[in-house]
Each structure stands twice: as structure tokens, then as C-alpha cells.
Antibody
Framework: EVQLVESGGGLVQPGGSLRLSCAASGFTFSNYWMHWVRQAPGKGLVWVSRINSDGRSIGYADSVKGRFTISRDNAKNTLYLQMNSLRAEDTAVYYC???????????WGQGSLVTVSS | QSALTQPRSVSGSPGQSVAISCTGTSSDVGGYNYVSWYQQHPGKVPKLMIYDVSERPSGVPDRFSGSKSGNTASLTISGLHAEDEADYYC??????????FGGGTKLTVL
């Protein structure tokens, strides 16, 4: 069974940093693209970032470019999102999602809530 | 990237058909056959319903179908069921290694 479990969310002050992790199991992690998608409370889905299977192809939404860094450790079956210079508008549930290719998501984690507030 | 444009809400009665549109530009929806659709019930995780414009994953009822014309993609749900009431989001590849979602459409089954 495919499982994606996010961790690392919490409350952080504006300007602060946080690192999210997504532990994958039930499939060959190193064969898949992985994505981060966020959803602010009561709002819609917003794509954040994606990384290909070997980590060499990466993309970011304009709203996070230069502040967030996506990475993966295929030996640990884990996806990461390093978030720096956090702003109130980054407050959201962050989902990791698996992509058979780079442009859609077939499995999603349960999400990790990030709250940016003083 | 700009968000794709979806109607905020649509509605239909059980057994009827509804279509949800997703309008972008030639740089995203119109430029690639990489449109996908997701269903999200309140408090739940999104679920893939359609990928590559019109492909349906295994387990998704054939009542759900996708299409595209120019810069607009559509999700059609035929023979509405009460459990189809949910939020629906389109997503498209937008070039330069980026993706874009639509703002979401709330489907109400009357």
C-alpha cells in the first residue's frame, strides 16, 4: 500500500524557517517524481514545487522561489521541503504527492499544517 | 504562474450531467495535453479523477470524463450521484518545470 506521511509542521514566526519531511513507503520511491502542494485554510490547492526521480530536475512556484528548497534522499525514501523567510501567507496544510510523471499526482499524504504567525 | 480559471460553483440534480470548465492560456492548458482533475471532499485528501486531459485512473467511475478544446479543459460528470458533491480542481503543466491549479469548483448535488 502506498503511504506518504508528512512531518515537521508547526507554528513559526514570520521570517523563520521550517523543514518538512515526507516519508514514503509501499512503492519504489526512486522511480517517481514527487511534489509539494499546499492549501491555505478554506482555500484552494496551490502547487509549490516538484522534483524528478533522481533529484536533477526541480521546479518552484514563483511565490516560493528563492525561499523554499525541495530535495530528496532516495536511500531514506524521504522527500523534504526546506522553507526559509516564511511569511503569513505561507500558512497552509502542506501535502506531499507522488507523480508517475511530472505533471499529475496519483497519491497524496495526509498533510502537515504550517502556521506562520507572531 | 497564474491560476487557471474555474467557476466557483456548479449544481445539478441526481442523474443529471454537469460540466466544470478550466480556462487557461496557450502557455498552460492550450499548450500541453497535461491537464488533470482532482476531487476533494471536506476535510479529506484530494483524489485523482482524470489525467492527461481524458485518461481515467483505475477505480474512477466512467461517469467521469475529461476533454479539452483550445485553452479550456472540461470535466463532465454524467448521472450525478449524491457522493459526487465535493470540490473539484483542475491542474495543468505550465511550462518551465511548473504546474498551476485552478481556483476550484464546488459541486452541489441538489
Amino acid at each position: 500500500e502506498v503511504q506518504l506521511v508528512e512531518s515537521g509542521g508547526g507554528l513559526v514566526q514570520p521570517g523563520g524557517s521550517l523543514r518538512l519531511s515526507c516519508a514514503a513507503s509501499g512503492f519504489t520511491f526512486s522511480n517517481y517524481w514527487m511534489h509539494w502542494v499546499r492549501q491555505a485554510p478554506g482555500k484552494g490547492l496551490v502547487w509549490v514545487s516538484r522534483i524528478n526521480s533522481d533529484g536533477r530536475s526541480i521546479g518552484y512556484a514563483d511565490s516560493v522561489k528563492g525561499r523554499f528548497t525541495i530535495s530528496r534522499d532516495n536511500a531514506k525514501n524521504t522527500l523534504y521541503l526546506q522553507m526559509n523567510s516564511l511569511r503569513a501567507e505561507d500558512t497552509a496544510v502542506y501535502y506531499c504527492a507522488r507523480g508517475p510523471v511530472g505533471h499529475y499526482f496519483d497519491y497524496w499524504g495526509q498533510g502537515s499544517l504550517v502556521t506562520v504567525s507572531s | 504562474q497564474s491560476a487557471l480559471t474555474q467557476p466557483r460553483s456548479v449544481s445539478g440534480s441526481p442523474g443529471q450531467s454537469v460540466a466544470i470548465s478550466c480556462t487557461g492560456t496557450s502557455s498552460d492548458v492550450g499548450g500541453y495535453n497535461y491537464v488533470s482533475w482532482y476531487q476533494q471532499h471536506p476535510g479529506k485528501v484530494p483524489k485523482l479523477m482524470i489525467y492527461d486531459v481524458s485518461e481515467r485512473p483505475s477505480g474512477v467511475p466512467d461517469r467521469f470524463s475529461g476533454s479539452k478544446s483550445g485553452n479550456t479543459a472540461s470535466l463532465t460528470i454524467s448521472g450525478l450521484h449524491a457522493e459526487d458533491e465535493a470540490d473539484y480542481y483542475c491542474c495543468s503543466y505550465a511550462g518551465s518545470y511548473t504546474l498551476a491549479f485552478g481556483g476550484g469548483t464546488k459541486l452541489t448535488v441538489l
